[in-house]
């Protein structure tokens, strides 16, 4: 029996109704005879509402909000468990066996860092063993347990590496992420409304799709699938199918995809970021820079440094310390003069071949030029043209850089 895994994100399990709409899909997907593993994320907003009540209860005079990482994982696990435990109610309801797991009872083992752990290795012997005797296996998404049997949860969106990830351990024949799109677009449909679905693509594209920001997929998920060779089916969860109760639309990544004519392939927006420059009068001791970042422990997006300064980009979503971590920067001597800009955000053009020339960088600037978006700066890979700009323009350059590069 082929063994299916399935993920449902947190809009598709957002309340008792969602669970039972997914419970008969799972349900449908077992007895087409088939074995089947489901990964859940939190019911809805769950884990905002959750971290939201850390901040609070964090909340001190003279002190900032900053609950420590380890407790605010002992926290937001609670949530998956809840939808894990409803939804193998559903199936029970529906005539068949499940059984539910958190992310340490199914073998998935983490590095010791906690808010934005790295799976280090998945051991599903528990999952094997209830898979052979006819059980659905529901998982936990999102977290896992280190080597020092500390709970650990692996930063936004990890319920997908959780998935990917189970499915390389037992060789399943394909994971599907289900959420409330049908699929990768050419950039966020909530920003640029003449987005186009992209039907099929490879590993290499969407992980550096994933990596400048794009929410379809975590960024260690598509890593997991690339390194494993497992194809992803991006489905929505109730969307329109066709009569073989295939999904009408999906997008199917896999190691080998049609090559294109257009090579540029995305639009990718990230907001809820910082700016950190440094600027010097004096050359500056980057192997005390690098030790003091280290020190830190901070997410880095492009990183520049040399003796006369540089910069990067923090993404803030996986720094729920951000203010603590703010004022220890201040009292290491190598990063005493960084300045920090809030409230910006990273605009990308995805893509292949984008360093071979300087045109595609001037066709950015002057399409960002164009639409009146001051950009803080630029920098490229092959891979990826990106744009450092305020947060407020960043809808609007998402727009006008799509209209430059994937306009039909």
């Not at 074995?35 to 019911?43: E, G």
């Not at 083992?109 to 290795?121: G, K, S, Y």
């Not at 929410?215 to 073989?244: C, H, M």
Request: charged letters at 25%.
């Amino acid at each position: 029996m082929a063994i299916i895994v399935q993920k449902y994100g947190g809009s598709s399990v957002a309340d008792v109704e969602k669970i039972r709409k997914v419970a008969d899909k799972v349900v449908a997907t077992a007895r087409a005879g088939n074995q089947v593993l489901v990964v859940v994320s939190a019911m809805g907003k769950t884990t905002d509402s959750l971290l939201a009540l850390a901040r609070d209860a964090a909340t001190a005079p003279d002190s900032p909000a900053a609950p420590p990482r380890r407790e605010l994982d002992m926290l937001v696990t609670t949530g998956e468990r809840v939808s894990m435990a409803l939804l193998s109610i559903a199936i029970h309801a529906r005539g068949l066996d499940a059984i539910s797991f958190t992310g340490s009872q199914c073998g998935i083992m983490t590095n010791d860092r906690h808010f934005n752990a790295r799976i280090i290795e998945v051991r599903p012997i528990r999952v094997e063993d209830e898979l052979a005797k006819g059980r659905i296996v529901i998982v936990a998404g999102y977290q896992g347990m280190s080597y020092k049997r500390e709970i650990t949860t692996l930063g936004r969106g990890g319920s997908d590496t959780t998935a990917v990830a189970l499915a390389a351990a037992l060789n399943a024949e394909r994971c599907e992420i289900y959420s409330d799109v049908d699929g990768v677009y050419s950039a966020d449909p909530r920003v640029v409304p003449d987005a186009v679905h992209i039907p099929e693509m490879d590993h290499a594209m969407l992980q550096e799709m994933a990596e400048s920001g794009a929410k379809v997929l975590n960024a260690q998920a598509v890593e997991w699938a690339r390194r494993a060779d497992i194809a992803i089916y991006a489905r929505a969860s109730f969307g329109p199918t066709q009569p073989d109760g295939e999904p009408a639309r999906q997008t199917v990544v896999r190691k080998f995809a049609p090559s294109e004519e257009n090579r540029i392939r995305a639009i990718v927006g990230e907001s809820n970021a910082a700016l950190l420059t440094m600027d010097a009068a004096e050359p500056i001791d980057v192997l005390a820079a690098a030790s003091s970042l280290r020190e830190l422990d901070l997410p880095m997006r492009d990183l520049a440094l040399s003796e006369r300064g540089g910069s990067f980009v923090v993404p803030l979503s996986n720094v729920p310390e951000w203010e603590r971590t703010r004022a220890r920067m201040a009292q290491l001597p190598a990063l005493r003069g960084v300045a920090v800009e809030h409230g910006v955000a990273v605009v990308s053009v995805v893509g292949a071949g984008l360093s071979d020339s300087a045109e595609p960088l001037h066709r950015m600037a002057l399409a960002l030029h164009k639409a009146g978006v001051q950009v803080r700066g630029f920098g490229a890979s092959p891979l990826r043209l990106h744009a450092v700009v305020g947060g407020a323009s960043a809808a609007e350059a998402q727009r006008a850089l799509h209209a430059e590069f994937l306009a039909a």
